[in-house]
């Protein structure tokens, strides 16, 4: 387990609200960072609107370049260019070690404080597994239903 790492990826632009609650959920006590023996960095990947580079964007850089963490590293990195949410998912992280780990959140996310034990259970258990292209704390629907009632009853 020596040398592993875990990245928090967050794709973010301009809700600087939304961005700070993520990171307060992140803060939480019991998400026990050291529980695993790695370091856990975060990396600020904002996009640049297509207007440019306006207020809200420079206080969220500023924010973030000011975020104390006292787990691993935090980056802040801003795109060149817009490059919209899809774009920003596919380009967010690609491990630099094979051991290392990884999860990319959006800004308007917020983390229980298990969600740190449950993802690196997920990779001990089926990182191994050629059939498994990732994990995700996300719950989607994969039947879309036709109308509110139906979500309602569920």
């Given at each position: 387990k020596e040398g592993r790492h875990f990245t928090i990826v967050?794709?973010?632009m301009n809700r600087l609200h939304s961005l700070q609650r993520l990171v307060?959920?992140?803060?939480?006590?019991?998400c026990h960072y050291d529980m695993f023996g790695m370091q856990v960095n975060i990396e600020f990947h904002i996009d640049r609107p297509k207007n440019g580079i306006d207020n809200l964007v420079l206080d969220l850089i500023r924010w973030t370049m000011n975020i104390s963490w006292p787990y691993g590293n935090v980056n802040s990195l801003v795109a060149r260019e817009n490059m919209g949410l899809r774009d920003a998912w596919f380009q967010a992280w690609k491990?630099?070690?094979?051991?290392?780990?990884?999860?990319i959140l959006?800004?308007?996310?917020?983390?229980?404080?298990?969600?740190?034990?449950?993802?690196?259970?997920?990779?001990?258990?089926?990182?191994?597994?050629?059939?498994?292209?990732?994990?995700?704390?996300?719950?989607?629907?994969?039947?879309?239903?036709?109308?509110?009632?139906?979500?309602?009853?569920?």
């Amino acid at each position: 387990k020596e040398g592993r790492h875990f990245t928090i990826v967050i794709l973010t632009m301009n809700r600087l609200h939304s961005l700070q609650r993520l990171v307060q959920s992140l803060m939480h006590p019991d998400c026990h960072y050291d529980m695993f023996g790695m370091q856990v960095n975060i990396e600020f990947h904002i996009d640049r609107p297509k207007n440019g580079i306006d207020n809200l964007v420079l206080d969220l850089i500023r924010w973030t370049m000011n975020i104390s963490w006292p787990y691993g590293n935090v980056n802040s990195l801003v795109a060149r260019e817009n490059m919209g949410l899809r774009d920003a998912w596919f380009q967010a992280w690609k491990p630099a070690k094979v051991n290392d780990r990884a999860i990319i959140l959006e800004d308007d996310a917020e983390v229980s404080p298990p969600w740190f034990r449950w993802i690196n259970g997920a990779y001990d258990a089926y990182a191994s597994d050629r059939s498994i292209a990732g994990f995700s704390l996300y719950r989607q629907d994969l039947i879309p239903l036709k109308d509110k009632q139906k979500r309602q009853d569920r």
